[in-house]
């Protein structure tokens, strides 16, 4: 069981590219969320998923930045048009349930995103 | 809104060492808290869940109290080792929400050899 895989582990971006991040949850999750971790400052939710749905986007930012999760493959954190301020690292975690009080998340290592 | 506040910042204690590392929030209304630990360059590892009902969880050398009502929760670290240096996160999960886990900035913890 190799875990919440993440890649890349690091990317780095001139600013107006565009950046994929990708995240293979644990066998057998079916449910992905993603996490932003800005310099000295804590992890801040950004989207939750399950297999071709958003069930969550609340702290999403409105432009630039989607998410998904294919009923094949990874899930797929896009954003586009990068400015400085995406620089961060980007955590996803994984879970084998949604809404239910043993609900632990597997956290990935992260893929850390520098924009020059 | 739920804000998580984790003190202290940072923490250098000698090998040996009890320690106590401190999360404070502000909702009580929680469905959960967890306490994690990452390493420099790595991702984040579960230590320890403690759901709303209950009042402290232990697993080895950790123990995690909750007191909702006050909103505060403790980690407990016995005979603290070199291997024990990294950060330490605490997170609560709000009630009805579905993974949306609301983190503290972390304690920094280092032990001296």
């Known amino acids: 069981n190799a875990g919440v895989m993440q890649n890349p582990r690091h990317l780095v971006r001139r600013r107006g590219q565009e950046a994929r991040l990708r995240c293979s949850p644990m066998?057998?999750?079916?449910?992905v969320y993603w996490y932003r971790q800005l310099p000295e400052e804590g992890l801040k939710f950004m989207v939750y998923?399950?297999?071709?749905?958003?069930?969550?986007e609340s702290g999403m930012p409105k432009e630039r930045f989607s998410a998904e999760f294919p009923k094949e493959g990874p899930s797929i954190l896009r954003i586009q048009q990068v400015v400085r301020g995406d620089s961060a690292a980007y955590f996803c975690?994984?879970?084998?349930?949604?809404?239910?009080?043993?609900?632990?998340?597997?956290f990935g290592a992260g893929s850390r995103l520098t924009v020059l | 809104k739920q804000e998580v506040t984790q003190i202290p910042a940072a923490l250098s204690v000698p090998e040996g060492e009890n320690l106590v590392l401190n999360c404070s929030f502000t909702?009580?209304?929680?469905?959960?808290l967890q306490w994690f630990r990452q390493d420099p360059g790595k991702g984040l590892t579960s230590l320890l869940l403690?759901?709303?009902?209950?009042r402290e969880q232990t697993s080895g050398r950790l123990n995690a109290s909750l007191d909702k009502s006050s909103g505060r929760s403790t980690l407990y670290i016995a005979a603290s080792q070199p291997g024990d240096s990294a950060t330490y996160l605490c997170?609560?999960?709000?009630?009805?929400?579905?993974?949306?886990?609301?983190f503290g900035k972390g304690t920094k913890l280092s032990v001296k050899p």
């Open positions: 403690i759901q709303s009902s209950q």
């Open positions: 909702d009580s209304a929680i469905y959960n």
């Open positions: 998923l399950q297999k071709e749905n958003i069930i969550d």
């Open positions: 997170a609560v999960r709000k009630g009805g929400s579905q993974g949306n886990l609301i």
């Open positions: 975690a994984s879970s084998d349930t949604g809404d239910s009080g043993a609900n632990v998340l597997t």
């Open positions: 066998k057998g999750h079916s449910h």
